[in-house]
């Protein structure tokens, strides 16, 4: 169906974090007027976070309607397979289409803003995209913020769109006092004081970002789209930085602090309001809206006091649920809408533009948004099957974090490039670790628990002292019921965790901070210390002293834990009796409470226990959860049904929860409403046997049907052979991640020109002759076969024949810096010469070299030839080289996408100016050299050297595999 077929415009506005529990006081005040009246025109309800609740992630969740493992984007920052160094999160990892991809390929005209990830831009035909990049303020000077290449398509939209940003340095000061009414009433001292406040430079930076984005959003609102999504980010950052200050003080808040930043949180949601009255003053009442946010952010007593010393410690502040709200033509108004969840949004933009829904997608269509009976929904396999001009990066351009990893490491330990040093490879490896973690996290929000165990073990077997992997890996041995590792495991943890805390008490003894003298000596180093100095200073210190102070909460928890595994209910009573009196612990040990309680059948204290988690967290699915099941075991059915759609009004993928509104449905005699509930059961958690049992009786007592009866009395047995399977399997995390590089479908590679004639007018000893390729792609064999036409050779002999390379690798050391050292000069005294350089590093050739007399420098010309090998035959060549080292390869589906990314940017730096190349078929060069040594030896301008060239090929020496 294209936009002619189906005329309706349809707006997505996310705004990062934004809760309810903020906004409905606001609203009862009268402070956000425009959203007001959106809800009164239209349907509102929570929406459902996934975990972690890390914003790249879950932003690319909702664009795809698919869980991580499926989409690609596991965290905030991934390796650099070209510096070698970490950049941030790019969706050239994402490997599934965003709906802007699908309507572009339906004939649908979109514009997307400030998405994230969405750089680099992709290059939508019918579609604009302005990358996240483009808000972010670089540099304190408004003049000098260029438009980075690859922030905006098309590129004719740049110089509009940059000249309506807003730098944090252009904000005037009556603006900021919007949001810091408190300055009016302070003493010049207190306000030189917040002036240099670095919290106030954060709130400026908040402040343009937002402005920024809404400025994009206001001038791309007048384009003729089907469709636009606009992401702001900035109720999340008020959120971190200033909801700490947000009212009511809480004691540990310092007086000052609370004058002077309590009112930014709910500025900052007024700010939004003020803003969203403006776009939808400019899309008009035709446009169908729907505005949510991805989780939401405690603002009240659940807020934490601290954060944790982890990677992504501060996502402890985000709140489960976020909002959505939606209005427009043919939509419900003025009501609410449960269990929505944001993997829901894709599809059901998809069904808004009618069209059909991927079966691969991880959500559903939210038909109770409607007025009026939904179109019947039309499903297909997957969109990633459907050819068209979708738009996405191509294939061989994406590149998995894991993959830039694994071909980093192959490089290094192939020979091609200098090891990182040890700040850098420490950082490249922590950011795979964080990767890998949020993709285990991932799975477990997924049900796929056996997946997660195999991560999280390798990751607690590597660093051990990092409790929050062994935490993780006992909630999995726990849902997979694996006592016995789990008392091990827990028994591991609090071992480590008081080494750890007696070790770093012993270093805290050492500093001897107890000595005034010594503390005076401290506070004078500290205070020569610059900024960032002083910063990480506090963050090792505090770190420090936080290992020394283990929770004995949690860790009895833990014990807990691991005695209700065991069946030990009255050992995990007494250890969670003791829990009571630490706030942070108190709704996790009530809720196992309550757990531990049914399993002894003490219906009323676990009915007390589930109330007073509510009594603390009124949204707390798990509470309601288990009232439903003391109210089945009351045989109160009506009142664990109400419980039960309570719990699935907030959290719908619950397999579960489902189960039990079933079973108090059919108890009561719907069997309709209890198959549904079912059948909704097994969806979700396909080996749910009892699931399938209940489905079966249904069909055995009321719908009187045999057929159906036997089906579903097999799929129970198939389920419970399947469970004890995977319960003796060793689990696998490739799973998840594994895909052959058979399957990767690459776009053609630039083509290789040169032009002969102009070649031919430069001295040859001013030509830099490049043997380039992917490592064990014949290069050495080219830079012999040059060798033998006459042309010296660049090499300095350091990396000697061996069994890999019987003739030689002629290679040179200061080649492996070419992409980490900024100082290229050196590469002038290949003028000339040949020099051997693999195609991962072939972008760092200098294209101008400084000239001897100083002045401009001069442009270089290189004359490539580049080898073509079969990737299987690379990839094998290589697995045996590395065997013949004593190492072991990576895998080679991640090595193998690395290098089609690398090559791509290998071919398209040959296509820069005074850069002619040719491509050198390996095959052909070794088992048939008459047929391509002559255009090489032209190429070369090098004929008469024919027979010399031909006379250094061996092909007993190229064997496939070799």
Same mark, same amino acid.
């Given at each position: @169906? ?66 991580? *493992? ?37 004939? *649908? ?102 402005? /920024? ?217 922590? !950011? ?72 770093? !008490? ?303 690798? *002629? ?49 270089? /010309? ?49 296509? !820069?100016?005074?850069?002619?190349? @040719? ?44």
């Amino acid at each position: @169906m294209s936009s002619e077929e189906n005329p309706r415009k349809v707006v997505l506005i996310g705004w990062d974090a934004a809760d309810w529990k903020v906004i409905m006081p606001l609203i009862d005040e009268g402070k956000m007027p425009n959203l007001a009246k959106f809800l009164e025109d239209g349907i509102c309800g929570n929406l459902a976070t996934l975990q972690p609740v890390l914003s790249p992630m879950l932003w690319t969740s909702i664009a795809t309607g698919k869980r991580a *493992y499926k989409h690609g984007i596991h965290g905030f920052s991934e390796p650099d397979p070209v510096t070698g160094g970490i950049r941030p999160v790019t969706n050239l990892s994402r490997k599934t289409k965003a709906v802007w991809n699908i309507l572009n390929q339906n004939q *649908y005209k979109t514009v997307t803003i400030g998405w994230w990830p969405s750089n680099p831009a992709e290059e939508l035909s019918r579609g604009v995209m302005v990358s996240n990049d483009y808000q972010r303020a670089l540099g304190a000077d408004p003049g000098k913020w260029p438009i980075k290449p690859g922030t905006i398509h098309p590129k004719k939209l740049e110089k509009a769109l940059a000249d309506i940003r807003v730098h944090p340095a252009q904000l005037r000061e009556e603006e900021i006092r919007a949001f810091l009414p408190g300055l009016d009433y302070m003493s010049r001292e207190d306000l030189d004081k917040a002036e240099k406040d670095p919290r106030v430079q954060s709130l400026l930076k908040i402040v343009a970002d937002c402005t /920024t984005i809404h400025g994009a959003a206001m001038l791309m609102s007048h384009a003729p789209a089907d469709f636009m999504a606009v992401y702001y980010d900035a109720i999340d950052h008020f959120g971190h930085a200033f909801m700490k200050y947000h009212p009511p003080k809480r004691d540990h808040i310092d007086e000052w602090d609370f004058k002077v930043f309590n009112f930014c949180l709910e500025a900052g949601y007024r700010y939004h309001d003020q803003m969203l009255g403006e776009l939808l003053g400019a899309i008009g009442e035709d446009t169908t809206v729907i505005l949510m946010s991805d989780h939401g952010f405690h603002p009240d007593h659940l807020r934490p006091k601290s954060i944790p010393h982890e990677p992504a410690g501060p996502a402890v502040e985000h709140r489960q649920f976020g909002i959505f709200a939606a209005k427009g033509p043919g939509i419900r108004k003025d009501e609410r809408i449960y269990g929505a969840n944001l993997l829901d949004i894709c599809p059901t933009l998809l069904h808004l533009f009618g069209l059909p829904v991927g079966e691969d997608m991880d959500g559903k269509v939210l038909l109770d948004i409607y007025e009026d009976e939904p179109s019947p929904i039309e499903r297909i396999p997957s969109w990633d099957d459907v050819p068209g001009d979708h738009g996405m990066h191509p294939p061989d351009r994406q590149i998995s974090p894991s993959d830039s990893k694994a071909a980093l490491d192959q490089l290094v330990a192939l020979g091609y490039i200098d090891k990182p040093d040890d700040d850098k490879s420490k950082a490249i490896e922590q !950011t795979v670790r964080e990767l890998d973690y949020n993709l285990a996290q991932a799975c477990v929000d997924g049900g796929l628990y056996n997946e997660a165990i195999a991560i999280f073990e390798k990751l607690y077997e590597k660093w051990p002292m990092e409790h929050r992997f062994g935490f993780n890996l006992a909630g999995c041995y726990q849902r997979t019921g694996r006592p016995e590792d789990l008392r091990t495991l827990v028994n591991t943890i609090i071992e480590r965790r008081i080494q750890e805390a007696n070790e770093a !008490t012993e270093e805290l003894k050492a500093l001897k901070l107890d000595d005034e003298e010594v503390r005076k000596a401290e506070q004078e180093r500290i205070e020569k210390m610059s900024d960032n100095e002083k910063q990480k200073f506090s963050r090792d210190r505090s770190r420090l002293i936080a290992k020394a102070r283990p929770n004995l909460f949690s860790l009895r928890y833990l014990e807990a834990y691991a005695d209700f595994a065991e069946k030990k209910y009255e050992d995990a009573l007494e250890k969670l009796e003791q829990l009571d009196s630490d706030f942070g612990a108190r709704i996790n040990a009530l809720t196992l409470r309550g757990e531990v309680f049914q399993r002894l059948k003490r219906w009323p204290e676990s009915k007390e226990a589930f109330e007073e988690v509510l009594s603390l967290d009124v949204e707390n699915p798990g509470a309601l959860i288990g009232l439903s099941r003391t109210a089945m075991a009351e045989r109160d059915f009506e009142s664990a049904a109400a419980y039960a759609r309570e719990s699935i009004g907030l959290l719908f993928f619950q397999p579960r929860a489902h189960y039990i509104h079933g079973l108090a449905q059919y108890r009561m005699g719907n069997w309709q409403e209890a198959e549904w509930a079912f059948q909704i059961c097994v969806t979700q958690a396909p080996l749910f046997a009892a699931g399938y049992r209940m489905l079966g009786e249904i069909a055995r007592w009321y719908k009187k049907d045999v057929a159906e009866r036997i089906f579903y009395r097999d799929q129970v047995k198939a389920a419970r052979k399947r469970r004890a399977e995977l319960k003796n399997e060793k689990a696998n995390a490739s799973v998840v991640t594994a895909r052959s590089h058979e399957e990767e479908k690459t776009h053609s590679l630039p083509d290789l020109t040169a032009d002969l004639e102009s070649l031919r007018n430069v001295e040859s000893e001013e030509i830099i002759t490049v043997v380039s390729g992917l490592p064990r792609s014949g290069t050495s064999l080219m830079m012999q076969i040059l060798e033998a036409a006459g042309i010296s050779v660049f090499t300095d002999g350091k990396r000697e024949a061996d069994e890999s390379n019987k003739k030689g690798y *002629y290679e040179h050391e200061k080649v492996g810096s070419l992409l980490s050292n900024k100082d290229r000069s050196w590469v002038g005294e290949a003028r000339g010469k040949a020099i051997k350089v693999v195609a991962p590093l072939l972008s760092g050739m200098p294209l101008r070299l400084p000239r001897e007399s100083g002045g401009k420098p001069k442009p270089v /010309t290189y004359r490539v030839l580049y080898m073509e090998r079969p990737m299987d035959q690379i990839l094998t060549s290589q697995d045996s080289f590395l065997k013949r080292l004593g190492k072991e390869g990576s895998e080679q589906a991640n090595i193998a996408k690395a290098y089609h990314q690398q090559e791509r940017r290998a071919r398209q730096w040959c296509a !820069t100016p005074n850069v002619h190349a @040719m491509s050198v078929p390996y095959e052909e060069l070794v088992h048939d050299p008459e047929t391509i040594l002559p255009s090489i030896a032209s190429f070369l301008n090098a004929e008469d050297q024919l027979e010399a060239m031909k006379e250094r090929i061996d092909p007993a020496l190229h064997r496939a595999g070799r």
